[in-house]
């Protein structure tokens, strides 16, 4: 039994990552901005009990992140497992605006998210991480930030904070290696969510079945990597 704290877990990836952990007998710390209004997971917390901790965190608020952490660190709470799922693919959550209509808000929103909350809370959240069993960050990316495999136009802003959250995590798993934390991006596949539509080729349960298989493999010899929900290495 191990102990994950997921961002953005009320719907989609981080939904499903919280039902599969769960069914297998894990303990899971549930964020997300508004808990009041997370049906799903109250449905859960009655099923799972105590296993099952819903907490309210805005990741691109300062204080909600430390307000989560006094919370957590209080509890004497340790976590062998950070999955930094939240994200959005543009300012106002459903669709960037196309080339010609660009705006440094929008850009800055979806950095702030997909980019700079990750290394925060992956920064605020490194003592829980301390001596536990094989610490892990997965920070969630997608092949959209795989620069060497890019061939369409367009989401100029969701792209380019996928990469720039790729180079996070690298420079992270560097820091932390002597730690022997490892630290990872995975691409989930193009998967039916919200995000990803309902013409996606991928069902939401195999992405996820396939990337817990994924984290459990990894070891300290697999740090600063980009892999798919299928193991399989992503060229940056």
């Known amino acids: 039994m191990i102990t994950i704290l997921i961002t953005g877990a009320s719907r989609g990836l981080g939904l499903e990552f919280t039902k599969q952990y769960l069914n297998r007998g894990d303990n899971v ?53 950070l999955i930094n799922n939240a994200g959005i693919i543009s300012g106002n959550e459903k669709e960037g605006p196309p080339f010609g209509e660009l705006n440094k808000e929008d850009f800055s929103k979806v950095y702030q998210v997909n980019t700079v909350s990750p290394i925060l809370i992956s920064e605020k959240f490194l003592p829980l991480l301390k001596d536990v069993n094989e610490p892990k960050i997965v920070n969630i990316s997608s092949m959209s930030g795989s620069i060497s495999n890019r061939t369409r136009s367009g989401g100029y802003a969701y792209s380019s904070s996928k990469s720039a959250l790729n180079m996070m995590t690298k420079t992270l798993s560097n820091e932390l290696k002597e730690m022997e934390i490892t630290v990872v991006v995975i691409h989930p596949g193009w998967v039916q969510t919200d995000m990803g539509g309902e013409n996606a080729p991928l069902e939401l349960e195999s992405s996820i079945m396939g990337i817990i298989k994924v984290i459990d493999s990894l070891s300290i010899a697999d740090t600063g990597k980009f892999y798919d929900w299928q193991r399989n290495e992503i060229q940056w």
Not at 49 to 66: F, M, P, R, Y
């Open 29 to 81: 710390i549930a964020t997300c901005r508004q808990p009041e209004n997370a049906k799903e997971l109250e449905t859960l917390q009655k099923d799972f009990g105590k296993n099952l901790e819903i907490e309210q965190l805005d990741v691109t608020s300062k204080k909600s992140i430390a307000d989560l952490y006094r919370k957590l660190s209080d509890k004497s709470i340790k976590i062998n497992l």
